[in-house]
């Protein structure tokens, strides 16, 4: 795929790096980037929520850019409060995918380490969904450079 589409995914920035986290409704996606930019900010790090739910992603210049789809940006769903309202950032190069799936492999296959959304190839993690694996997605981010492939 190329040019622009929205996803069911959420996105927070953590320092210079997007994390983009996609997966099906209830599977903690929301819990998981309010995870991360808590310990991020615990760590002294800059941390802060992109989108959650319904983000537009598109390549700009060979880089995977998210960000929110209005008037959702600045809302974040809290599982038993209800949406609620934080700062947000309008953008972010993502650095890393996080993709939340029932059935993960216990050895991913190396053609599982990436993924290609909207013509750019970006690294991912698949993770068991309901899972908090902040340690996890900080960590991933820590091991990614700069370095994207567009296709």
Request: hydrophobic share 40%; net charge neutral.
């Amino acid at each position: 795929m190329s040019g622009q589409e929205t996803i069911h995914a959420g996105c927070v920035l953590i320092g210079e790096a997007g994390l983009l986290i996609r997966g099906a409704s209830g599977s903690g996606k929301s819990t998981l980037a309010r995870e991360v930019v808590s310990r991020a900010l615990q760590a002294g790090r800059f941390g802060r929520l992109v989108s959650d739910d319904r983000t537009r992603i598109e390549a700009r210049h060979g880089r995977l850019v998210a960000s929110p789809v209005q008037p959702l940006g600045g809302c974040i769903e809290v599982f038993g409060l209800g949406i609620v309202r934080q700062s947000y950032e309008p953008a972010a190069i993502v650095r890393l995918v996080i993709d939340l799936c029932e059935d993960v492999a216990r050895y991913p296959d190396d053609r599982d380490r990436h993924v290609t959304l909207c013509g750019v190839m970006v690294p991912r993690i698949r993770m068991q969904a309901g899972a908090i694996s902040a340690e996890i997605a900080l960590g991933g981010l820590s091991g990614v450079c700069d370095t994207v492939v567009t296709l």
